[in-house]
């Protein structure tokens, strides 16, 4: 028997009596714990009814809705930023690109009339040149005159020169050539397999004071006819165009002012088809010769100056299918459009004098006789043949 061991009165040890104590208790606890996980249950079930009877809170619905927002935008931090950047990046660049910095005219159509009355000046760019010398007719009267040795011109209708200008916004004018192709390559028109001179938003300008020269033979290895303005317009050449007036079809002469009718008043309606397409702008158009070149030149002056053109007898073409609306009549311009055809006639007489261009055929020379005798007149003619004539202007004989 162990020393530490103690019997009762019935000789049993305590470690005995312990071991018949403990499944009582043991019994005890489980039921206790069984009682608090059911009393546990019970709280729930009455937190769940609590809960469902309690109404619907908006507030705790939106607070969970963006707590739940906030979550994923914290996971998704660099997507949401970018995305964001994105976002502000594009609404920037499209409300940028309907400033006046990127605005630019698409049609003649679009143009206000007072601008043709005020002779405002745009900015563009020289895309196209169209064949508009008197081809057909004179190509024919040509091949007869192989026969007889004279060339019969006057039945050619006059033919303006046109040109495909493509309008400049204040931005566009700082793009390098380079810069213009690539949008050029890029607008829809191109895009979907056209030619670029086939593009809608090119404004048709015609320019004032010369006609197309008629059907001329060039040397070999010389300039041909329509080369040097053909290359002004493969160098993208930027242009100065002023406004003088604007040519129209018959069929929409009676708008009176067809830019006005289109941005109308409310209710207003505008239904002319695709006239407006045909719709050419009469300008005088100035260039710049080189890149470094400082001043503009007039591009008629040029052309007049070089036998590439002939002067008109008046600013613009008269044509039996369009009128010409929007014309300033103002004296002050009207004054100025007449010296302006003044000088032209001055470079046509020295272009004559010089047989420069179309002047150096000599069938073109025999369609302007009275020109090309004046033309030797002052070549060939002695100091005091001119006095002569001169006293003979002056005393009216």
Known sequence: MMPNEERNEDGASSTELELEVSPSASDD?????????????????????????????????????THRFSDLINENIIVARYATMATVLLLGTYGVSKTPFFFRYKSVSDIPAEYFTKRRALHGRIV?????????????????????????????????????????????RLL???AFDFSLSNSPSVRLGGR????????????????????????????????????LAANRTPVACTLMARRVDNATSGVT???????????????IGESHVNERAICQVR??????????????????ASGRASLLSGIHVDESSTS???????????????????RLG????????????????????????????????????????????????????
């Open 196 to 231: 670029i001179e086939d593009s809608r938003d090119l404004l048709k300008i015609e320019i004032a004071g010369i006609k197309a020269p008629p059907f001329y033979r060039s040397a070999a290895g010389m300039e041909q006819p329509g080369e040097w303005l053909n290359r």
């Open 176 to 178: 390098s050539k380079s």
């Open 324 to 342: 010409v609306i929007d014309g300033s009549t103002d004296l002050k311009n009207l004054q100025d459009d007449a010296k302006y055809l003044e």
């Open 128 to 172: 196209h040149v169209l064949e508009n010398n008197a081809d057909s007719t004179a190509a024919a009267s040509l091949a007869a005159s192989k026969n007889t040795g004279i060339q019969n011109t006057s039945n050619v209708a006059e033919k303006p020169v046109i040109c495909l200008v493509r309008h400049l916004s204040p931005v566009g």
């Open 287 to 304: 260039y710049r010769p080189t890149m470094f070149s400082l001043f503009r030149q007039d591009l008629a002056s040029t052309l007049v």
């Open 346 to 397: 001055a470079d046509e007489f020295e272009a004559v004098k010089q047989n420069r261009g179309m002047w150096n055929d000599p069938i073109v020379r025999n369609e302007r006789p009275d020109l090309v005798e004046e033309a030797e007149f002052e070549q060939t003619a002695s100091a005091g043949k001119k006095l002569w004539r001169w006293i003979r202007e002056r005393i009216g004989l």
């Open 29 to 65: 606890s489980d039921s206790t714990s069984a009682n608090d996980v059911s009393l546990g249950k019970a709280e729930d079930l009455g937190h769940a009814t609590t809960t469902t009877n309690e109404p619907f809170d908006i507030r705790q619905a939106v607070g969970q809705v």
């Open 257 to 271: 002012n067809v830019a006005t009718a289109k941005r109308g008043a409310k209710g207003d309606t505008f239904e």
